[in-house]
T-cell receptor
């Protein structure tokens, strides 16, 4: 079956602009979570959605937001981009994140560069 | 969430067995131990998960002692393509997130 698909793969934006990243989870998966990866901070949790509801949010400013649609596809938006937002943004999907078992499947990520 | 400690880096040679030990002294009763592998510019990939004793799959084994305060990921007969960062995660995921530490960079040489 198809894996987690993230679009676009690469993006270059200017400071102050906004950006929307998309994630299509594996068919049947209802949990989608987002992570930011930078060389300095490593992999950091942004937020998690299940059936269109945000269940947890990481310690990021309000400029970072997300949503999930009824087909489980998810988008994240970053407004008023800063140079420090340059990172690899990763999306992960799973059947039931609440369960202690099972795995989360990650996409290839979107590489965002802010200039 | 139980904090994990693992070596920053490890070197090995092709064909050898690599064992990465992760310390998690404050692991809770409901916590599972999960390992992920990540190659540069790619998302992490699930390797193995366990709760206690030993778990084995087609790519790795996970050894968990009775007190569960540590765990060891064993990669048999590594190849150059096993060069990656390996993350040990501990948690019951009831807060709906994966908490990644710094990971262990494993470098396999010819």
């Amino acid at each position: 079956k198809a894996g987690v698909t993230q679009t676009p793969r690469y993006l270059i934006k200017t400071r102050g602009q906004q950006v929307t990243l998309s994630c299509s989870p594996i068919s049947g998966h209802r949990s989608v979570s987002w992570y930011q990866q930078t060389p300095g901070q490593g992999l950091q949790f942004l937020f998690e959605y299940f059936s269109e509801t945000q269940r947890n949010k990481g310690n990021f400013p309000g400029r970072f937001s997300g949503r999930q649609f009824s087909n489980s596809r998810s988008e994240m938006n970053v407004s008023t981009l800063e140079l420090g937002d340059s990172a690899l943004y990763l999306c992960a999907s799973s059947l039931n994140f609440l369960s202690g078992e099972g795995e989360a499947f990650f996409g290839q990520g979107t590489r965002l560069t802010v200039v | 969430l139980a904090k994990t400690t693992q070596p920053i880096s490890m070197d090995s040679y092709e064909g050898q067995e690599v064992n990465i030990t992760c310390s998690h002294n404050n692991i809770a009763t409901n916590d599972y131990i999960t390992w992920y592998q990540q190659f540069p510019s790619q998302g992490p990939r699930f390797i193995i998960q366990g709760y206690k004793t030993k778990v084995t799959n087609e790519v790795a084994s996970l050894f968990i002692p009775a007190d569960r305060k540590s765990s060891t990921l064993s990669l048999p007969r590594v190849s150059l393509s096993d060069t990656a960062v390996y993350y040990c995660l501990v948690g019951d995921r009831s807060d709906y997130k994966l908490s990644f530490g710094a990971g262990t960079t494993v470098t396999v040489r010819a």
